[in-house]
Nanobody
Framework: VQLQASGGGLVQAGGYLRLSCAASGRTFSSYIMGWFRQTPGKEREFVAA????????DYADSVKGRFTISRDSAKNTVNLQMNSLKPEDTAVYYCAVSSGGLWALRKVSGGYGFWGQGTQVTVSS
């Protein structure tokens, strides 16, 4: 099983980026998918999650109204549209797929069993 994240880069504050994560080796249409981010010296933090059916989404308070998570089950991908980026959004972003499929664990990194390699997002002021 592999998750390949892409789309990171350097952008000015107020700009946008779209992250994508392609999953291979298994069909993840029946799993919760999410995005986390991490900065040096800090724990990995929850950013967004989307349910198996795409009927439910959830976001960290810090990104609500600016970020949108979506998935394409046919392509086995999950995307994160990031608008109105701020310098504090600078981090390495990781996509993840849940292991147990419990929506109650969507914000917990331990609820995810598969992780991508991370993609760097840098927002300059």
């Amino acid at each position: 099983v592999q998750l390949q994240a892409s789309g990171g880069g350097l952008v000015q504050a107020g700009g946008y980026l779209r992250l994508s994560c392609a999953a291979s080796g298994r069909t993840f249409s029946s799993y919760i998918m999410g995005w986390f981010r991490q900065t040096p010296g800090k724990e990995r933090e929850f950013v967004a999650a989307i349910s198996r059916s795409s009927g439910s989404t959830d976001y960290a308070d810090s990104v609500k109204g600016r970020f949108t998570i979506s998935r394409d089950s046919a392509k086995n991908t999950v995307n994160l549209q990031m608008n109105s980026l701020k310098p504090e959004d600078t981090a390495v972003y990781y996509c993840a797929v849940s292991s147990g499929g419990l929506w109650a664990l969507r914000k917990v990194s331990g609820g995810y069993g598969f992780w991508g390699q991370g993609t760097q997002v840098t927002v300059s002021s």
